[in-house]
């Protein structure tokens, strides 16, 4: 059973720094194999994906409201993906979930195809909550 579970999520001010780290286990492929990525929902909003990241293809993807703030990394030895998240704002609060496809997409379809996240393995989520 594919298993992931997020960590280092929690309650940070404005401007401050959070990196969030997500361990997967019981993969039937190789965990490279396909792209892996960290979505969030904010409450009352539609989920959606930040940044992913493909190690085939060597690609990244960074949502605008993101980019040059987070930075996405993985250690496929360890199966861990991590999430840097620096000069965080009040939107950037939500709940932060890891997720990983079951077929191939470069790391900007795993983040942005809408109607593939039902077939996505997802995590359980980690609060991340920014004070003003």
């Known amino acids: 059973e594919v298993q992931l579970v997020e960590s280092g999520g929690g309650l940070v001010q404005t401007g401050g720094s959070l990196r969030l780290s997500c361990a997967a286990s019981g993969f039937t492929f190789a965990f490279d194999d396909y792209a892996i990525g960290w979505f969030r929902q904010a409450p009352g909003k539609e989920r959606e994906g930040i940044s992913c990241i493909n190690t085939n293809d060597e690609s990244t993807y960074y949502a605008d409201s993101v980019k040059g703030r987070f930075t996405i990394s993985r250690d496929d030895a360890k199966k861990t993906v991590y999430l840097q998240m620096n000069n965080l704002k009040a939107e950037d609060t939500a709940v932060y979930y890891c997720?990983?496809?079951?077929?191939?997409?470069?790391?900007?379809?795993?983040?942005?195809?809408?109607?593939?996240?039902?077939?996505?393995?997802w995590g359980q989520g980690t609060q991340v909550t920014v004070s003003s």
């Open positions: 997720a990983t496809d079951q077929q191939w997409f470069s790391a900007q379809e795993s983040c942005t195809k809408t109607a593939h996240y039902d077939n996505k393995f």
